[in-house]
């Protein structure tokens, strides 16, 4: 599975967009990018998966490039309850197990 | 709805006893995972199950054993408890070599003195 880094924090203020990138340079054709969120010390949440295209839920919207090296999650109107540690991670459909990095550190304030 | 349900949530244990860890599915998921997550870090897998009557290794299995009693239940046994194994214990489950994601329970917070 492919390593993905991210810068360690970031700070947005509440209602505005947080966009937390994510870099998969060696990223392989069958492989997603998924997303995570950890708020305090609860067990990991999903928020959103894709292969290629950009796609959205009620959480979260995610923009893979073009070359699919690199994601953004956005956020669109940040609150306070979303600061949370975000992991990004790359899984091929072959496999089952997610190996998880530091992830970003999301504060967002008021 | 439950989705995956760990117990106990916290426990704290005296170095050398033993203890189990066990977590519970009700999405009829086939796999299941244990990972352990130290203070700033990341989630590390210890053991997986792909199906039921199945387990393998994961990053770091040293001092664990599991037991897939079924295809909801999936136990984390630790024999004789080191401190180095203080930690937060997650649960996971997923649909098998599929591209859906994994759910996780809410942990449960182990403390070996």
């Known amino acids: 599975d492919a390593k993905t880094t991210q810068p360690p924090s970031m700070d947005c203020a509440e209602g505005r967009a947080a966009n937390l990138p994510c870099n998969h340079s060696?990223?392989?054709?069958?492989?997603?990018v998924y997303w995570y969120r950890q708020i305090h010390s609860q067990g990991p949440q999903y928020i959103i998966h894709?292969?290629?295209n950009n796609e959205t839920n009620e959480m979260a919207s995610l923009i893979i490039t073009e070359d699919r090296k690199s994601s953004t999650l956005i956020l669109p109107h940040a609150t306070l309850r979303d600061t949370a540690v975000y992991y990004c991670?790359?899984?091929?459909?072959?496999?089952?197990?997610?190996?998880f990095g530091t992830g970003t550190r999301l504060q967002v304030f008021p | 709805n439950a989705g995956v349900t760990q117990t106990p949530k916290f426990q704290v244990l005296k170095t050398g006893q033993s203890m189990t860890l066990q977590c519970a599915q009700d999405m009829n998921h086939n796999s299941m995972y244990w990972y352990r997550q130290d203070p700033g870090m990341g989630l590390r897998l210890i053991y997986y199950s792909a199906s039921e009557g199945t387990t393998d290794k994961g990053e770091v299995p040293n001092g664990y054993n599991v037991s897939r009693l079924n295809k909801r239940e999936f136990s984390l046994r630790l024999e004789s408890a080191a401190p180095s194994q203080t930690s937060v214990y997650f649960c996971?489950?997923?649909?098998?070599?599929?591209?859906?994601?994994?759910?996780f329970g809410d942990g449960t917070r182990l403390s070996i003195l």
């Open positions: 060696t990223i392989s054709g069958n492989e997603y």
């Open positions: 991670i790359s899984k091929g459909r072959n496999t089952d197990k997610l190996i």
């Open positions: 894709g292969l290629k």
């Open positions: 996971a489950s997923s649909e098998q070599n599929s591209n859906q994601p994994q759910h």
